[in-house]
């Protein structure tokens, strides 16, 4: 298996700008998680799905960020407008929902906004 | 509100010595515990994971306790070697209803020295 897949790794843009960050979970997985790591706060869970359904979005930090998961396979994590404050590691992690604990995780997009 | 908290921050020690990773957690329903490993721009890799009704894991050189009557739990690396360099971090299993999630610490941000 590939594991967890993240696209793209490294993403630089500008302020106001839309930026969409892809996730591909494990095959079999139906959990979901997206992650945001910065230095001063840590590991933050934003969102996370359960069979393609959000089941807890109270860390997606304001409306600018929305998340979607339109089928099993795939998830997106959408930031519009960016704001230079929104410069952190985004991790995507995927897990089987009876095992919610023992999450797999990408190897993260490292987003930067100037 | 939950806490995970790890000391120290950060640690520094020569190659061969015994060291232990310290994570303390606040809330009762934090019951179970993960020890995972992050690499410099690497996603993040569970070592161990001890369940509410285990005291500790093994696995190699590596030992983690769980003593939830105190909110402790420590990781143990014996024969410490540079390879163990990385970031080591805890998150407590919590549990509320459907809403299943890991509750993070910062981090301990070790150095193995040659």
């Known amino acids: ?72 396979s795939f998830s997106t994590l959408k930031i519009q ?24 995780f990408g190897p993260g997009t490292r987003l930067t906004v100037t | 509100k939950q806490e995970v908290t790890q000391i120290p921050a950060a640690l520094s020690v020569p190659e061969g010595e015994n060291l232990v990773l310290n994570c303390s957690f606040t809330d009762s329903a934090i019951y179970n515990l993960q020890w995972f490993r992050q690499d410099p721009g690497k996603g993040l890799t569970s070592l161990l994971l001890i369940q509410s009704s285990q005291r500790e894991q093994t696995s190699g050189r590596l030992n983690a306790s769980l003593d939830k009557s105190s909110g402790r739990s420590t990781l143990y690396i014996a024969a410490s070697q540079p390879g163990d360099s990385a970031t080591y971090l805890c998150a407590g299993g919590a549990n509320a209803g459907n809403n299943r999630k890991l509750i993070w610490g910062l981090g301990t941000s070790l150095g193995v020295n040659p």
């Not at chain 1, 407008?81 to 999450?103: G, I, K, M, N, T």
Request: glycine content about 6%.
């Open chain 1, 1 to 72: 298996d590939a594991g967890v897949i993240q696209s793209p790794r490294h993403e630089v843009t500008e302020m106001g700008q839309e930026v969409t960050l892809r996730c591909k979970p494990i095959s079999g997985h139906n959990s979901l998680f997206w992650y945001r790591q910065t230095m001063m706060r840590g590991l933050e869970l934003l969102i996370y799905f359960n069979n393609n359904v959000p089941i807890d979005d109270s860390g997606m930090p304001e409306d600018r960020f929305s998340a979607k998961m339109p089928n099993a």
């Open chain 1, 81 to 104: 407008p960016s704001e230079p404050r929104d410069s952190a590691v985004y991790f995507c992690a995927s897990s089987l929902a009876d095992r919610p604990y023992e999450q797999y």
